[in-house]
């Protein structure tokens, strides 16, 4: 089946970049996401990749697709305290009939001032 | 910006009680979708519908019922709650497969079953 990988904990110092990592099985994905969870929130949704492009930047956060290595990465630059969050990643299996996504366990990224 | 509300932050039941967790969405979505989160689990997918009165189980089913009578509105029900039901309770929204179609989350419920 589906399995989507994280690491669990990244601390950082603000002004540092953060780079999360992901690792997913479905080769035939076709949507990577990252979102972002604040203490006692939902999922915010961050960002986005299609698995025809192996990267894309949108601001702040450039996310990294190796489809061959099925990596997914997420880097965000000038990391500030606000950006604390648990991080997950998800992917949408190509043979998703309803388009439910599957979701790694999530990154907790901690930022120090 | 898509709005996924649900109706309470906080819940407090006791075991055995019936238990109706309500969720709304206002952006015509045709799927919606009930999530649990607990610590070092990640996000466990309960149910979902992709239409009105259509349901779906998930990877965690049991326990749980769904009822779907409106596009909008999806409601996830205890029938007979237990304490091990006491998590976070996530709702999410999104249009068909075919489109880039992310999940929409709402704000989460956190339940507590006594």
């Known amino acids: 089946g589906e399995d989507v990988e994280q690491s669990l904990f990244l601390s950082v110092r603000e002004g540092d970049s953060s780079v999360i990592n992901c690792t997913y099985t479905?080769?035939?994905?076709?949507?990577l996401y990252w979102y972002k969870q604040e203490p006692g929130a939902g999922l915010q949704l961050l960002t986005y990749?299609?698995?025809?492009?192996d990267m894309k930047q949108d601001q702040r956060l450039t996310v990294l697709l190796n489809k061959k290595d099925k990596h997914l990465s997420l880097r965000i630059a000038d990391t500030q305290t606000g950006d604390s969050a648990i991080y997950f990643c998800?992917?949408?299996?190509?043979?998703?009939?309803?388009?439910?996504?599957?979701f790694g366990k999530g990154t907790m990224l901690l930022v120090s001032p | 910006d898509v709005k996924v509300t649900q109706s309470s932050r906080y819940l407090v039941k006791r075991t055995g009680e019936k238990v109706f967790l309500e969720c709304v969405q206002d952006?015509?979505?045709?799927?919606m979708f009930w999530y649990r989160q607990d610590p070092g689990l990640g996000l466990r997918l309960i149910y979902f519908?992709?239409?009105?009165?259509?349901?779906e189980k998930g990877d965690i089913p049991e326990g749980y019922s769904v009822s779907r009578e409106k596009k909008e509105r999806f409601s996830l029900i205890l029938e007979s709650a237990s304490t091990n039901q006491t998590s976070m309770y996530l709702c999410?929204?999104?249009?068909?497969?075919?489109?880039?179609?992310?999940?929409?989350f709402g704000n989460g419920t956190r339940l507590t079953v006594t």
């Open positions: 519908s992709y239409d009105v009165k259509m349901k």
């Open positions: 952006m015509d979505h045709e799927n």
């Open positions: 998800a992917e949408r299996p190509g043979d998703s009939g309803y388009s439910t996504l599957t």
């Open positions: 479905d080769s035939s994905s076709t949507y």
């Open positions: 999410a929204s999104s249009f068909p497969r075919g489109n880039n179609s992310p999940l929409h």
């Open positions: 990749i299609f698995s025809n492009m």
